[in-house]
Nanobody, 124 residues
Framework: QVQLVESGGGSVQAGGSLRLSCAAS????????MGWFRQAPGKEREFVAAFSWNGRYTTYSDSVKGRFTISRDNAKNTVYLQMNSLKPEDTAVYYC????WGSGADTIAPYDYWGQGTQVTVSS
């Protein structure tokens, strides 16, 4: 069983920054692919960023490329999402997810475990 707990959400003005954290349980955290997704009210959950277990494969959605950075600290079993130059359209609940096969895919299906989500609100 893997537990994921997100934190770091909040309210910020357009152009501001936030850093989300996702603390993971599990002795084999270093073998997980990890991803961030988001869901805005009335919309489907969408991919934001992910990387494979060894970091060799990293991918971002076009809407966040160049503004968001995904990273991990294996010593802390934590994944981060640094979000810069935030826009009102980034407003959503952000979820982290773990892919036990390690692929770090850009679709929902491969992910085995999900956090509870953290709200990010960007005002104009």
């Amino acid at each position: 069983q893997v537990q994921l707990v997100e934190s770091g959400g909040g309210s910020v003005q357009a152009g501001g920054s936030l850093r989300l954290s996702c603390a993971a349980s599990g002795r084999t955290f270093t073998r997980y692919g990890m991803g961030w997704f988001r869901q805005a009210p009335g919309k489907e959950r969408e991919f934001v960023a992910a990387f494979s277990w060894n970091g060799r494969y990293t991918t971002y959605s076009d809407s966040v490329k160049g503004r968001f950075t995904i990273s991990r600290d294996n010593a802390k079993n934590t994944v981060y999402l640094q979000m810069n130059s935030l826009k009102p359209e980034d407003t959503a609940v952000y979820y982290c997810a773990a892919d036990l096969w390690g692929s770090g895919a850009d679709t929902i299906a491969p992910y085995d475990y999900w956090g509870q989500g953290t709200q990010v609100t960007v005002s104009s």
